[in-house]
């Protein structure tokens, strides 16, 4: 099983800063790999796959890099809808599909 | 817009069996692949398995021996059995697609809390 160790555990950072968040995986994983963004109460939602795809309806303040084992999910100017908990995804050894224990975006 | 949505018992006792089922609409339930996934309250996400709508399942080896899932494409439907649950299978349980296997989950339910308790 791949597992995926997603860093900082938390960010504070305040509204128009840059945030980067980072995810390691235990072995390669190519560019399988997604995030996902989780407000409260809310499900999941896709934000980037293949390592650096934006999703359908994603702005372009978010984008995605890395392969192999290392991967980045940097956010250039953060906006108060922004602060969530994101967590990143492997896709290419399944299974199990394994998620990262993610990453508390919140507001300093 | 496809929209998915969890239904089934919000509470289960232990040792029992946990079922819930997934209704999709706004679209076919054909031609991709249904994954559960549950998150237990304040902590991360845990894939539990995948169904595909020719009946082709892969399950997480940490729930094999107790998981089955099963889809009814004529109801647009796929559904979770866990058996013998614990206080430890309490969690916000989803379902979500994925266009093939080897994608991510594109489209996600609301979730739906089961509690394991006597």
């Known amino acids: 099983e791949i597992v995926l160790t997603q860093s900082p555990g938390t960010l504070s950072l305040s509204p128009g800063e840059r945030a980067t968040l980072s995810c390691r995986a235990s072995?390669?994983?190519?560019?399988?790999l997604a995030w996902y963004q989780q407000k409260p109460g809310q499900a999941p939602r896709l934000f980037i796959y293949?390592?650096?795809n934006r999703a359908t309806g994603i702005p372009d303040r978010f984008s995605g890099s890395g392969s192999g084992t290392d991967f980045t999910l940097t956010i250039s100017r953060l906006e108060p809808e922004d602060f969530a908990v994101y967590y990143c995804?492997?896709?290419?050894?399944?299974?199990?599909?394994?998620f990262g224990q993610g990453t508390k975006l919140e507001i300093k | 817009q496809v929209q998915l949505q969890e239904s089934g018992p919000g509470l289960v006792k232990p040792s029992e069996t946990l079922s819930l089922t997934c209704t999709v609409s706004?679209?076919?339930?054909?031609?991709?692949?249904w994954s559960w996934i549950r998150q237990p309250a304040g902590k991360g996400l845990e894939w539990i398995g995948r169904?595909?709508?020719?009946?082709?399942?892969n399950y997480n080896p940490s729930l094999k021996s107790r998981v089955t899932m099963s889809v009814d494409t004529s109801k647009n439907q796929f559904s979770l059995k866990l058996t013998s649950v614990t206080a430890a299978d309490t969690a916000v349980y989803y379902c979500?697609?994925?266009?093939?296997?080897?994608?991510?989950?594109?489209?996600w339910g609301q979730g739906t809390l089961v509690t394991v308790s006597s």
């Open positions: 979500a697609r994925a266009y093939y296997s080897w994608l991510p989950f594109d489209y």
């Open positions: 706004g679209g076919s339930i054909r031609s991709y692949y």
């Open positions: 169904i595909s709508t020719s009946g082709s399942t």
């Open positions: 072995q390669s994983v190519s560019s399988y």
């Open positions: 293949g390592a650096s």
């Open positions: 995804q492997q896709y290419v050894s399944s299974p199990p599909d394994t």
